[in-house]
């Protein structure tokens, strides 16, 4: 939203022969800012669909020239983008709700742990403080 926000701040309505440097420097910063959000992303979303998508859309809203087009193309694109960018939002919230919601096999998998009789073999197969001294 940032970067969309960014780009209706300083289209001018009229295609440009090129963007001003400290325009360009702020956008360049901005896209960096996201990437290293998408990067974070990855480490954390399951969904590698997902985070690729996020980052394709990303690209394609930094590396259009939309300096070179009239307001309407611009506003065209970026209406399209905002339709994806909403869709990626409704996954991103299920990619999180399924992350968070409990499932059988995870009261399983805690059950199995508390269990006294796991406990005592774990306990069993780890040597003592004194055994280790000794070796």
């Not at 508390?114 to 004194?130: E, F, V, W």
């Amino acid at each position: 939203m940032q970067m969309r926000n960014f780009i209706y701040a300083h289209h001018t309505g009229q295609p440009m022969q090129a963007v001003p440097r400290d325009v360009a420097q702020q956008f360049d910063q901005m896209y960096g800012q996201s990437q290293q959000l998408i990067g974070e992303a990855i480490l954390v979303c399951e969904d590698d669909v997902l985070t690729g998508d996020i980052n394709a859309l990303n690209e394609r809203m930094y590396r259009t020239e939309w300096y070179s087009l009239e307001h309407i193309q611009a506003n065209e694109a970026i209406e399209q983008i905002k339709r994806e960018a909403v869709a990626l939002i409704a996954r991103m919230r299920e990619d999180i709700k399924g992350s968070t919601r409990l499932e059988w096999r995870d009261f399983a998998h805690i059950a199995s742990g508390l269990s006294p009789l796991r406990r005592k073999a774990q306990q069993g197969a780890q040597p003592n403080a004194q055994d280790r001294r000794a070796g």
